[in-house]
Nanobody, 112 residues
């Protein structure tokens, strides 16, 4: 049973940075696509960033140039570096593996 555990969320001021981590455990892992989604109150869950099995990255237009997704294949961990954070980035951020496995989410709040 694969488990995804996110960490690194918290409260940050506008313009600040956070780095989210998602560690996968509990299985024999092949390299698959990983992604970060987010869901703000009253809104649908949306794709933030994705990294393919071959390390091709894609981003939502709203985060391009500010967020960077990366992975450590040896540690089965994916990261989301978030810079120049805005209040509208406030949401619960979820890790996704292979399109169907989800973590429990980590809260990111951007507020002064």
């Amino acid at each position: 049973q694969v488990q995804l555990v996110e960490s690194g969320g918290g409260l940050v001021q506008p313009g600040g940075s956070l780095r989210l981590s998602c560690a996968a455990s509990g299985g024999g892992f092949s390299i698959v696509a990983m992604a970060w989604y987010r869901q703000a109150p009253g809104k649908q869950r949306e794709l933030v960033a994705r990294i393919s099995a071959s390390d091709t990255t894609t981003y939502a237009d709203s985060v391009k140039g500010r967020f960077t997704i990366s992975r450590d294949k040896a540690k089965n961990t994916v990261f989301l570096q978030m810079n120049s954070l805005k209040p509208e980035d406030t949401a619960v951020y979820y890790c996704n593996r292979a399109g169907f496995q989800w973590g429990q989410g980590t809260q990111v709040t951007v507020s002064s």
